[in-house]
């Protein structure tokens, strides 16, 4: 099997720097949708290589890339309380955080607790980078074994 050069790897991560940059200004909607298009075409590119475990790395970072994208976007501790009441966290969940603190990167490994995973790919609509490229390898590796039996029986019968 084969991988993607570091290079390529690169590339993309550098992309997904580009479109969670903080200071963006555009809807998470739309920083979503990007991010979304970016996965669908480089794993639909990539998906006959090996790269189940970056994968499951560049799941986490983005993760966080978004997480601290909505820190910022949410400004200040009162609006922040308001869109994490929104998403579902409780209220003795948010007395014990200290949500005025604009340390976004370090704000954004906190915050996996208050929107989870589950919150980001249901909610947002975020794709589950590792199960759609699970899906579209073995469905890319079916058809090459398809492939590769009718060569085979082609060439000795």
């Known amino acids: 099997m084969v991988i993607p050069q570091k290079k390529k790897l690169k590339k993309l991560e550098d992309r997904i720097r580009l479109i969670t940059r903080r200071n963006r200004g555009v809807r998470i909607g739309t920083v979503i949708r990007e991010l979304n298009s970016v996965f669908r075409g480089w794993i639909g590119y990539f998906a006959r290589g090996s790269m189940k475990k970056y ?27 308001h869109r994490l009441r929104q998403l579902g966290v409780s209220n003795s969940s948010l007395k014990s955080w200290k949500l005025g603190s604009n340390s976004y990167w370090k704000m954004s490994r906190s915050m996996n607790y208050l929107i989870s995973n589950e919150v980001l790919h249901n909610h947002f609509g975020l794709l589950d980078v590792a199960d759609f490229y699970k899906r579209l390898h073995a469905k890319r590796m079916e058809s090459d074994r398809v492939v590769l039996d009718w060569r085979y029986h082609s060439l000795f019968s």
């Open 55 to 81: 994968l499951g790395q560049l799941k986490e970072w983005t993760r966080r890339r978004i997480r601290q994208y909505l820190w910022k976007q949410w400004k200040n501790g009162k609006n922040r309380k």
